[in-house]
Nanobody, 125 residues
Framework: VQLQASGGGLVQAGASLRLSCAISGGTVRTLTVAWFRQAPGKEREFVAAIRRYGASIHYLDHVKGRFTISTDNAKNTVFLQMDSLKPEDSAAYYC???????????????????WGQGTLVTVSS
């Protein structure tokens, strides 16, 4: 399974960005796909995940109501719509995918076998 993340950029606080994670070698409907982020000097942090054919969605508390994870099954792509961005959202964002990820491990980076390269999001104040 290969993942290609894109869509990062430099924006002002309050703006929106949409990240994309194109998946090949696997089917988005049967995978658990997550977004993580890592700011300089900080640990990688779970942001959002989607699983079970899109029926199960989970978010980091700090992004609830601002970020939306979704899939385009025809394009085998997962999106992360990020609205009302804040400077503290600045980080490298990574998409990750795994099979058989159980709910209790959903927020752990170690649960995901496949990773895309990071896409950088910078939010200026």
């Amino acid at each position: 399974v290969q993942l290609q993340a894109s869509g990062g950029g430099l924006v002002q606080a309050g703006a929106s960005l949409r990240l994309s994670c194109a998946i090949s070698g696997g089917t988005v409907r049967t995978l658990t796909v997550a977004w993580f982020r890592q700011a300089p000097g900080k640990e990688r942090e779970f942001v959002a995940a989607i699983r079970r054919y899109g029926a199960s969605i989970h978010y980091l508390d700090h992004v609830k109501g601002r970020f939306t994870i979704s899939t385009d099954n025809a394009k085998n792509t997962v999106f992360l719509q990020m609205d009302s961005l804040k400077p503290e959202d600045s980080a490298a964002y990574y998409c990750a995918a795994g099979s058989g990820v159980i709910l209790s491990n959903l927020r752990s980076a170690s649960a995901y076998a496949h990773w895309g390269q990071g896409t950088l999001v910078t939010v200026s104040s």
